[in-house]
């Protein structure tokens, strides 16, 4: 039985260790990694891409709201049982009373605490799953930045106190050892050389959701001060610098300035109207004019902008798994707006025209192509990824062209961004990293091709599964060590058992010794009877005394 059961603990066993490691390796088996970029024959591209940004997608910490309410205590059926008693006098009123809260303690009290508690059990365990994709995805791909595209937190309504243990929950479970972008980066357009500082490494770039501001008819002073104070600014830019090298192509070098990776953070919930705080508002806007105005010409193929926002860019019905969508309060409740699947087109286009200079006109400055650079988005749990572009019409008015955007698919995103007559640019939605949607991390590299003198950025995915499985793994490794622990125990009993007492082993001594004479005297016996056969049998031959008395001499 023993042996049975130690033959099956050592396949729980290697069934444990095999599934913890592929858990705390996932990255490896599922061959995760930062794409390379397509190497030309006379590149000089080498090595790692110049930026590597980790993107993560609506992790949205849940807390006390959700939580089912104790505040009334653990058995408020009963808080009324001595009033009911000392207003009773018979027995039988007694019993009825006690029979019905027996039964409302059953039915209403004991599933409460149950779900309460099996609610704060979860969101213990969503926090550290989450944690366990960020740490082991950054520990494999070792990316330059990191950032998450909105949604932090699961709700915009929460209290301040609420809001701040939430936060705690952020820093120092799910993103332990990273820090927010310090404020002084954050102040105006910081310019530094890409890769000096290493403190990116482990800053997290935080981009506001509508859980954790709201949308333009909920984004108030205090939302906003709350969320800067625990996450950093809503909106800010930054410029990444590389050290001029040569290239082959002279006419390049002598046409652009030194490579620059510009990254823009929008606050894009209130771009859209009407909003609840216009001043706020205002804001926002004076932030996107600041951005177009400090642009490098759109001319200058050495420039990459990525933006990264939390709503995505209008697209049309059937692109994505969310369609367009707004909603609004009503007067009394400030009209402004409620909710929203995506920006609305004009608020897009925006986006695309201005802070990257695109257009439908050939004749604009670089022939209306614009800035090169990509867009990533949250919002869209599911993600998407598209190609926007401004399709050319039958009767070729330049004005009369509108965006489009079609599914990403590399052959057609490279078509589109062939052709010359066709400016576009890629957004890629990112899948949230909730259980729910598998636990879903974003891999951007972008690297700046100096034979070229322009940017490339690639795209991939890395997905551990639902939160199934992070359970799963550890439940399983906690039944195997109790199992291992039991196990050991029952072997250091039966050993226990098996180690002679003082006492036993002066028993066992006696007993052998009282066996040897035993057996001493069935000898001795033996040899009289044989003496005595000798006897009987007849006298000794002669000689054979005088021989042994010889030999004696």
């Not at 006390?64 to 000392?86: H, Q, R, V, W």
């Amino acid at each position: 039985m023993f042996q049975f059961f130690g033959g099956s603990l050592s396949a729980l066993a290697f069934l444990s260790v095999s599934s913890t490691v592929y858990l705390y390796s996932y990255p490896f088996f599922h061959r995760c990694g930062f794409p390379a970029h397509p190497l030309p024959t006379n590149s000089t591209l080498t090595g790692d891409a110049d930026f590597r940004l980790l993107a993560l997608g609506d992790p949205q910490l849940e807390g006390d709201s959700s939580l089912e309410s104790l505040k009334n205590g653990y058995f408020p059926s009963l808080e009324t049982l001595s009033a009911d008693f000392a207003s009773s006098k018979s027995l039988s009123d007694h019993l009825f009373l006690i029979r019905r809260s027996v039964l409302e303690v059953i039915i209403t009290d004991l599933p409460r605490i149950v779900r309460s508690y099996r609610k704060r059990l979860d969101l213990w365990g969503n926090d550290y799953y989450l944690a366990h994709i960020y740490r082991t995805v950054h520990w494999f791909t070792k990316p330059t930045h990191v950032a998450v595209l909105g949604d932090l937190l699961g709700s915009q309504w929460v209290s301040n106190e609420e809001f701040e243990r939430r936060g705690a929950r952020y820093w120092y479970r799910v993103f332990r050892h990273g820090q927010k972008v310090s404020d002084v980066v954050t102040d105006g357009e910081h310019v530094e050389l890409l890769g000096l500082d290493k403190a990116w490494e482990s800053n997290i770039i935080n981009i506001a959701g509508n859980h954790d501001i709201g949308y333009a008819g909920d984004i108030t002073e205090d939302r906003l001060q709350r969320y800067e104070k625990v996450f950093g600014r809503a909106n800010w830019s930054i410029r990444f610098t590389l050290p001029e090298r040569p290239r082959n192509d002279v006419s390049i070098t002598e046409a652009n300035g030194v490579p620059e990776l510009r990254m823009v953070v929008l606050n894009s919930l209130n771009l859209d109207t009407p909003a609840l705080n216009e001043e706020i508002q205002a804001g926002t806007y004076k932030f996107i004019n600041n951005v177009i105005g400090a642009s490098r010409p759109v001319e200058h193929r050495d420039t990459f902008t990525i933006l990264l926002t939390h709503l995505p860019l209008h697209k049309q019905a059937g692109i994505c798994v969310d369609s367009p969508y707004f909603d609004f309060y009503s007067q009394d409740e400030g009209g402004g707006v409620k909710e929203q699947n995506h920006l609305s087109y004009n608020a897009g286009k925006g986006i695309l025209e201005g802070i990257y200079g695109m257009s439908g006109n050939p004749d604009a400055p670089g022939g209306g192509f614009g800035r090169n650079g990509v867009i990533l988005t949250g919002h869209d749990h599911e993600g998407c990824d598209v190609y926007h572009h401004l399709p050319e019409t039958e009767v070729g008015l330049n004005e009369s062209r509108t965006w489009k955007a079609k599914r990403w698919d590399a052959s057609i995103g490279n078509a589109l961004r062939s052709n010359k007559t066709i400016p576009g640019i890629r957004e890629i939605t990112l899948q949230s990293m909730m259980g729910e949607f598998r636990g879903n991390a974003g891999l951007l590299s972008v690297k700046f091709d100096h034979n070229k003198g322009e940017w490339t950025a690639e795209y991939s995915s890395c997905m551990l599964g639902k939160q199934h499985i992070w359970w799963a793994v550890h439940i399983l490794d906690l039944i195997t060590l109790g199992l291992v622990l039991v196990a050991g125990l029952i072997l250091l009993w039966r050993r226990g058992r098996d180690v002679p007492t003082e006492k036993s082993s002066q028993k066992r001594d006696w007993t052998g010794t009282k066996s040897i004479g035993r057996a001493v005297k069935d000898l001795s016996a033996q040899g009289d009877d044989a003496s005595r056969r000798t006897i009987h049998l007849g006298v000794v031959p002669a000689g054979s005394g005088t021989r042994r008395r010889s030999r004696r001499r």
